[in-house]
Every structure is written in C-alpha cells, then in structure tokens.
C-alpha cells in the first residue's frame, strides 16, 4: 500500500496564510496611519491658536498706539500672555516692533506669538487717517521660522 498525500489541504493554507497577512497589512496602514493623522490635527490646531494669538498682539499694539501715539518704544519687545493666569512661554506673544513713519502716515507692527513649540510671525502695515487719526490695517503677512 502506497502512502499518499494530497495537496489539497497545502494550498488552502497558503490562501489562508495569503490573506490572512494582507489583512494584517491593511489593519497595520489604517493603524499608522490614523496615529499619525492625530498628530496632524494638533499640529494644525496649535498652529490656528498660535496665529490668532500673534493677530491679538497686532490688535493690542494697535490700540495702544491708538491710546498714545508717543508711546510707540514703549509699546515694543511688549510680551502679552494668551492665559492671563497661567503665564509661560508656550502660550504667549511679544509685540516686536511697532514703528510709525510719519510722511507716509504708516504704522508697521511685528509680532511673533509661540504655542507648544509652534512660531509665528505676523508683519503687519496700518494707515493712520489723516483728519481723524482713525488706524486701519492694510496689509498682513505671516512668516514661519525659527523663533526669534
């Protein structure tokens, strides 16, 4: 009597192996993939605070240089905390210079406003009308880089 195997039983496992790691291929890529998009996300809100809390340093150097005109040395390397009440490095802007050229009646703001590790820079440019006094921002423009 001849002992004989069929190879029936050999190629069902190899199917079941066969799909068996491509299925652990797709659960490990989903898997890596929606950490990595968690990351992306905080980046990006970090990123959206760190912008508005550098817009809120232009806001507050504008209405002090509103308030006094004269002030303008005064008003610069002003450091303003985003959380009044918890006051660190990671939640916070500086108001780096705020100069005002008087012939063309133009005011240039740079700030810069840190969240987490993420920097900003915004430079921004306001007109100061003439009869009224009345300040007016005509231009942004926001610059990643290192921090200052």
Known sequence: MK???????????????????????LVLTESVTSF???????YAEHKSQSVALAESCVYEALAEYEEDP?????????????????????????????????SARIV???????????????????SVATSSGIVSITSWRESTSIPP
Do not use: K
Not at 74 to 100: K, M, P, R
């Open 36 to 42: 990595w998009s968690r990351f992306q996300e905080l």
């Open 108 to 126: 240039r703001i740079q700030t810069h406003a840190e969240i987490e590790n993420i920097y900003d820079i915004l430079y921004a440019t306001a």
């Open 70 to 102: 004269l002030s303008v040395e005064t008003i610069s390397n002003q450091s303003i905390y985003g959380d009044s009440e918890n006051e660190t490095a990671d939640n916070s802007c500086v108001i780096d210079l705020i100069t005002f050229d008087t």
């Open 3 to 25: 002992n004989s195997r069929s190879p029936r039983g050999y190629i069902a496992v190899v199917s079941a192996l066969i799909l068996c790691s491509i299925l652990t291929l």
